[in-house]
């Protein structure tokens, strides 16, 4: 996963959150655009109890 993203979960969960609310209208150009494993991230925020909802574009 890429290292200049936070790595406590929940830094992480709101760190993906904000980018998404205000930068990227999916999750596909986030990760493509900062270089992230989609797989990776969705599976280590998974794991956390957070689940990522295309329709309003956020993990809750």
Not at 14 to 41: A, T
């Amino acid at each position: 996963m890429n290292t200049e993203l936070p790595q406590d979960i929940n830094m992480l969960y709101s760190f993906i959150n904000m980018k998404l609310r205000d930068v990227y209208s999916s999750l596909d150009m986030l990760c493509e655009d900062m270089n992230i494993d989609k797989q990776e991230l969705t599976n280590k925020l998974s794991q956390a109890g957070f689940e990522y909802n295309e329709k309003q574009n956020k993990f809750w």
